[in-house]
Nanobody
Framework: QVQLVESGGGLVQAGGSLRLSCAAS????????MGWYRQAPGKQRDLVAS???????NYPDSVKGRFTISRDNAKNIVYLQMNSLKPEDTAVYYC?????????????WGQGTQVTVSP
């Protein structure tokens, strides 16, 4: 079973930076998708960055140019570098891995890490 552990959240002033990490452990098999989502109070969980097995990345306009997702395939870690943070980036951030072990697919989430950006 795949488990994800996130780290790197915290409190930062507007304009600052944070780097989130998400490490996978367990029987991982083949990972086909790594992504970061965020959820603010009273709002839905939205995708903020994703990276495919081929290295293609995807960002919504709200974070494009400020956030960068990267992956360490050897260590099964995905990172989210967040620069020029804004108060509206405040949310709980979750990593998400999708993959397959043998013929059995999985879709797992990290525990979430709080990011708070003060004005």
């Amino acid at each position: 079973q795949v488990q994800l552990v996130e780290s790197g959240g915290g409190l930062v002033q507007a304009g600052g930076s944070l780097r989130l990490s998400c490490a996978a452990s367990g029987v991982i098999g083949s990972i086909v998708f790594m992504g970061w989502y965020r959820q603010a109070p009273g709002k839905q969980r939205d995708l903020v960055a994703s990276v495919s097995t081929t290295g293609n990345t995807n960002y919504p306009d709200s974070v494009k140019g400020r956030f960068t997702i990267s992956r360490d395939n050897a260590k099964n870690i995905v990172y989210l570098q967040m620069n020029s943070l804004k108060p509206e980036d405040t949310a709980v951030y979750y990593c998400n891995f999708r993959g397959q072990v043998g013929f059995v697919p999985y879709n797992v989430w990290g525990q979430g890490t709080q990011v708070t950006v003060s004005p």
